[in-house]
Nanobody, 118 residues
C-alpha cells in the first residue's frame, strides 16, 4: 500500500479559500469511500467530507455549502476545495479511505495544517 499524502494547507484570512490535495487516492479493492478529516488539539478527529465510488458525497453540517470534495481518477488525487473559511476551520486536515465497516484503510499521515486567522 502506498500511503496517501496531504498537501495544500496554509495560513488564510477569514473568508478566504484553500484547496487541499491527497495523493495517491486510488479505489482499490475493499475501499468504500475516501474522506477528508480534521483534528484540533484535545479533540477527536472528525470526518468533514466523503466521496463514494459512484460519486456520492457527504458533508458535515459545519462545512456544507462551503467545502467541496472531488476526485480526479486519472491523477489518483482527491481534493477539498474550501471556501469562505472561518477561524473554527483551523485544524490539521487528513485524508484516508474507509471500508464499508467504517474502518480506515491507511495509517494516518502527517496531515496538512490549515490556519484561518486575520
Amino acid at each position: 500500500q502506498v500511503q496517501p499524502v496531504e498537501s495544500g494547507g496554509g495560513l488564510v484570512q477569514p473568508g478566504g479559500s484553500l484547496r487541499l490535495s491527497c495523493a495517491p487516492s486510488r479505489n482499490i479493492f475493499g475501499i468504500n469511500a475516501w474522506g477528508w478529516y480534521r483534528q484540533v488539539p484535545g479533540k477527536q478527529r472528525e470526518l468533514v467530507a466523503s466521496i463514494f465510488s459512484g460519486g456520492l458525497t457527504n458533508y458535515a453540517d459545519s462545512v456544507k455549502g462551503r467545502f467541496t470534495i472531488s476526485r480526479d481518477n486519472a491523477k489518483s488525487t482527491m481534493y477539498l476545495q474550501m471556501n469562505n473559511l472561518k477561524p473554527e476551520d483551523t485544524a490539521v486536515y487528513y485524508c484516508n479511505a474507509f471500508r464499508s465497516s467504517g474502518d480506515n484503510v491507511y495509517n494516518w499521515g502527517q496531515g496538512t495544517q490549515v490556519t484561518v486567522s486575520s
